[in-house]
């Protein structure tokens, strides 16, 4: 059935029966996540030091310098935006980001990312800036999972899944959730929010499952 037995679970693009319908996921399910978590405080150091520093981050959903998009970022803050700092994006390997921050790229170098030709990863430091709502919205696909390592959290900052609870990031606390459920995040403080997020393989898939999806996924990538 590929239909999702959850109607809260929309996926925009794909959907892969049978690999559990919970929205927040244990992250030590994936066998390396204990191993990211032990090195946050060295990633914290690198994402606050580009923080110390103007125009190291990009919009988070391309978007030009001062141009705005309600139906995504919202907020009553002075400049309400979300904004990155890519190490991958799309499949894409950032090389210059990676030499500046050489501490999480050794951290990213030594745990399974999932790789898709144009699609992934799409790793970064994700900055929620004071003030600012990202607008509720639901993800692309239930094979790969959202993981968040939250590295600066000032205070009232959450991961909200509608109709699942809200999750508020603890500094060094992992958390997963899967996003084709409709979710929304806020930063209600005057402070960046900064967090580790990256897109990983849903821990039920089996390898042979992992390679037949990137492989049906890269196929309808290069027929469109």
Not at 119 to 134: D, K, M
Not at 157 to 164: E, K, S, T
Not at 206 to 212: C, W, Y
């Amino acid at each position: 059935d590929t239909t999702p037995a959850d109607p809260r679970q929309r996926p925009k693009f794909f959907y892969f029966p049978d690999l559990g319908d919970q929205p927040y996921h244990d992250p030590y399910r994936q066998p390396w996540a204990a191993q990211l978590q032990a090195v946050w405080p060295e990633l914290r150091d690198e994402a606050a030091a580009l923080l110390g520093e103007a125009g190291n981050f990009e919009s988070f959903l391309g978007l030009a310098p001062g141009e705005r998009n309600q139906n995504y970022v919202a907020g009553d803050g002075p400049d309400p935006a979300w904004d990155a700092y890519f190490f991958y994006r799309h499949g894409q390997r950032f090389d210059a980001h990676h030499a500046a921050c050489p501490r999480t790229s050794a951290a990213l170098a030594r745990i399974e990312l999932c790789h898709v030709a144009h699609q992934a990863p799409e790793v970064c430091f994700s900055v929620l800036r004071p003030g600012s709502t990202i607008v509720r919205h639901h993800g692309v696909t239930n094979t790969r999972l959202v993981m968040h390592l939250p590295l600066i959290v000032p205070g009232d900052c959450a991961l909200n899944l509608i109709d699942a609870g809200a999750h508020a990031w603890r500094e060094g606390e992992l958390m997963m959730f899967d996003d084709t459920y409709q979710h929304e995040a806020w930063n209600r403080t005057d402070r960046n929010r900064v967090i580790l997020l990256m897109d990983c393989w849903n821990p039920a898939l089996s390898a042979p499952e992992r390679e037949a999806v990137r492989l049906l996924i890269e196929a309808i990538d290069a027929f469109e």
